[in-house]
C-alpha cells in the first residue's frame, strides 16, 4: 500500500521536475489526492525533491487550508470575517453544528465532512458563505444549511450545490459558480469598453524605457493599497542586475472586507494578463506567476484556459512581434493555500518559491533580488488593469482622472448595512460620504476603511475623500450601522492578525495578543482607565518596531477606534472605587482550585 | 568603489566596510547594539527586533540593515531602550521562564538582557503556554518552554554544520522549532559537537549533564553586563 502511495507521490514530484520550489504545488497536489498529507507523504516528497523532511512540514504547517490530519472527503469552511457574523453567520454554524454533530475543526466519524472557519473569502456582498471543496455557496441561511448537507449526503459532489448559476462569467462552464459580480458602478477606467491587445501592440511599437516613462507620467500607483509608484517600481526592476526578471500578479486578495480582484479575475482576465505582458516588456521580464489565493481555486480553470487561448492567439508564450519589436512571455498560476500574509509581497515571493509564507527581509528589495533572487516586479491585479488602459488611451487622459496625487479610478468593494453591497468604480477623491449613499448605507455609524488594517472611522470623518492622502484603501469599505459595536469589531480584527501572523517578528508575534487581553478585559468591563494608554502604548510599538506590513498595520484596529470612538472606551473603563485592579477577579482565580478540590470557597463564595 | 562608508552613530561619525550592517559597524566603534537573534557568523535574521534603532528618524533593525552613507543613526535614546524592554518583556510573559531555577542562569542572554535593561519583572500578563520537552536524545534536549524562535540553531545546523536538523514549524502563537524528524531529536543526525548546540541564547537546546559545570556565581553575566566586551574595546575608549 505504502509503495503504491509512494509511486504517486513520486510522479507527482515528477511533474514538478522534483523541484524544491514548487513545493506547495506538489504538496496541495498530494493533499487532492489523498485528502491530507501523511508523515509517510512528508517522507515521500522530501525524498523524491531531495529536502529535508522538517522543510515539507514547515511550509504544510504554515498554511491554513493543508492538513496532517486526515480530513472529511468534503469540507466545509465557513466564512466568519465579520461581515458574515452581522449577516447571520451564527445561525449557519449552528446549522452546520447539529446536522453533522460535530463541532468547528472537527471531522465527521464517518470521515465524509470536516467543519472549519475560514478567515474572508471575497464574498462579503454576499454572505454567509462558505467553501465546499473549492465550491462558493453564497447566501447562507440556517435552512440552506440543513438542506446543503442533506444534498451532500446524497451525492457527496459539492458542485451539484450550484443550482442557479451567478452573472456575467460566473456562469461560464469553466467556473460554473452561483458567485455574484454585483458591479454597481461602472468607471471610466477598468469597466469601460476594451479591445485586448490593443495596448500591448502599443505598447511593442514603444522602446520599453518609453513604456515606463508613460506609466511614470500618468503618475499611477499600486492599487493593492500601500500606493507605491507604479511606474518607479518598474524602472527599479528594470534597473536591477540579473538575466531573468519576473512579474508577479497579486492575485491574494485577502484584506477581509475586499473582493473587487475576484471580479477582474471573473470578467477581465485577459486585460489584467495583457498588463503583466507589458510590465514584462517594460522591465524586460520574460515569466509572470499569478499568485491566486486558495480560496478562487474554483477560477483557476477558467483563467487558465484564457492563458490558453492568448498562447494560441500569439499574445503569450511564443514570440509575439510588432512592427518595431519582438519579445517572449508566458505566465504561470501559482496557487495560495489560506495565509493572509501571502498578500505581503516578499511574503507572496517566498511562497512562490515553495517556502513558507515568512516575509524577506528588506533590503535587498524585490526590486533587486526577488522570486529565486531575481529582479522582480510585484503588481496588483487592478493596478495592472490601470496599466493596459493607460498604455491603450494615453496618460495624459488617466492622470486627469481622480486627483493630483491619487490619479484615476479606484475599485472599491463595499459591503455590510448597507442596500447595494458590490463593486464600485469611482474617481479617486469621491468622499466617503457620496460612497455611502451610493452604497444606500444610509445609516452608517462606523465605516472600517482599508480592511482590518485600515481604520475605522466615525461620521466626523465622512466627508473626507477616498484616496492616497485622504482616506486609503486597497478596495475594502465596511458599513456598520448604529446597533453594532465597534470594540466587538476590533476584537475580531485584532484576533484575525493573531491568527494571520507569520510568528517571525516578536512585536507582531506577542504583542497582538497582549492587546487582544487587555481589550477583552476592557469589553468585559474590568478595564481602568489607565489600560487605554497600555493599549495606545503597546500599539504604537508594535506599529513601530514590526518587520513587514501586517505587524505595522496590526494594531490599527485599535489605535483607530481608541482615536475614533473613544467614548465608547471610556463608557467601559472605570476605577475601583476600592483600589482594587478590576481586572483581578477573585472567583475567577479560586475557579481552578475550587473545580479540583470541589470544595467552595467560605470568604469569598 | 570599496572606499569606506561615513555614517554617524550616537553622534559619533563612524567608517564602515560597503556591505557591513549598521549592528556590525557600531560594534566595531565600541558601540553595542542589544541583539538577542543576531549571532556573529550567520546570517542576520532580523525576528527579535531588540536591535531597532532609528536610522534618519526611522525605527529600523540594525542587524539586517546595511550602513549607508550619510545615515544618521540613533542607538540609545530613551524611546529606543523603552522599545528593548518592551520586546523583553514581551519574551519573557510569551514563554515559560524560570530564571531563579534555570540552568541557563548567568549565562542566558535573555535574562542579561533583562538585567541590563533594568528589568525586574515583566509589565505583561504571563501567557503560560503550554510547551513541550524532547529529552530522547542522549545527549542534547529540547525545552521548548524557553525557546524565544530566534533561529540561531536553525540557522547554524544549516549552514555551520550543513545538516538542516532543525526548522520552524507553524505560524504565529503556534509557531515552534521543529526537528528533521517524524516526532523525536534522537532520530536525526544531530551531534554533541554541531555549532548548532551551545548556541541557543536561552535554555532551550541544552546539553545534558554538563548544567552545572560553572557554578551559580561564577558565570559570564554574573560579573559583567552583557555587551561589555563590546563596549570595552579600545575604540570605545578613545570615543569617551
Known sequence: MTYLINGQIESICVEYQRDRHRLLDIIRSVQQKFGYISDEAIDEIARCCSIPRVEVDSTISFYGYLSKQPRGRITIRLCNDIIDRLQGMERVAAAFREVLGIDFGRTTADGNFSLEYAPCIGMCDQGPAALVNDVVVTKLTGDGAREMIRDLREHMDPHRLVRTLGDGNNAHELISAMVNNNIRQRGEVIFSEFHPGEALRKALSMSPVEVIKEIKTSRLRGRGGAGFPTGMKWEFTRGAAGPNKYVICNADEGEPGTFKDRVLLTECPEMVFEGMAIAGYAIGAEQGIVYLRGEYAYLNNYLEQVLQKLRKQGMLGARFCSTKHCFNFDIRIQMGAGAYICGEETALISSCEGLRGDPKNRPPFPAQKGYLENPTCVNNVETLCCVVRILEKGAAWFSQLGTTDSPGTKLLSISGDCRRPGVYELPFGVKLSEVLKLAGADNAAAVQVGGASGQMVGSADFHKPISYEGLATGGSIMVFGPHRNVLEIAHYFLEFFIDESCGYCTPCRVGNTLLLERLEQIIEGRGEPADLDYLQQLGQSIKALSRCGLGQTSPNPVLSTLKNFKPVYEQLVKVNPQGFRSSFDINRALEEASRITERRSVIYE | ?240
Open chain 2, 1 to 240: 568603489m570599496n572606499d569606506p562608508i561615513k555614517l554617524t552613530i550616537d553622534g559619533v561619525e563612524v567608517e564602515a566596510q560597503p556591505g557591513q550592517t549598521i549592528i556590525e559597524a557600531a560594534g566595531v566603534s565600541g558601540i553595542y547594539i542589544p541583539r538577542l537573534c543576531h549571532y556573529q557568523g550567520l546570517k542576520p535574521h532580523g525576528s527579535c527586533r531588540l536591535c531597532t534603532v532609528t536610522v534618519n528618524g526611522k525605527p529600523m533593525a540594525s542587524c539586517t540593515q546595511p550602513a549607508g552613507p550619510g545615515m544618521i543613526v540613533e542607538t540609545h535614546t530613551p524611546h529606543l531602550q523603552e522599545f528593548r524592554r518592551q520586546i523583553l518583556e514581551m519574551l519573557l510573559v510569551e514563554g515559560n521562564h524560570f530564571c531563579m531555577f534555570c540552568e541557563k542562569s548567568g549565562l542566558c542572554e535573555l535574562q542579561a538582557q533583562a538585567y541590563r535593561h533594568g528589568i525586574t519583572a515583566p509589565r505583561y500578563p504571563y501567557l503560560f503556554p503550554q510547551r513541550s520537552v524532547d529529552a530522547s536524545h542522549p545527549d542534547i534536549w529540547i525545552d521548548h518552554n524557553r525557546c524565544i524562535l530566534c533561529a540561531r540553531c536553525v540557522r547554524a545546523s544549516r549552514d555551520l554544520d550543513g545538516k538542516n536538523v532543525f526548522q520552524f514549524v507553524g505560524r504565529g502563537r503556534h509557531k515552534q522549532v521543529a526537528v528533521n524528524a517524524r516526532a523525536r531529536l534522537a532520530d536525526t543526525t544531530v551531534n554533541l559537537t554541531d555549532r548548532a548546540i551551545g548556541i541557543c541564547p536561552v535554555g532551550a537546546l541544552l546539553k545534558k549533564r554538563v548544567g552545572y559545570q560553572i557554578p551559580i556565581g561564577q558565570r559570564s553575566y554574573d560579573h559583567q553586563s552583557i555587551g561589555a566586551e563590546i563596549e570595552k574595546s579600545p575604540c570605545s575608549a578613545s570615543k569617551k
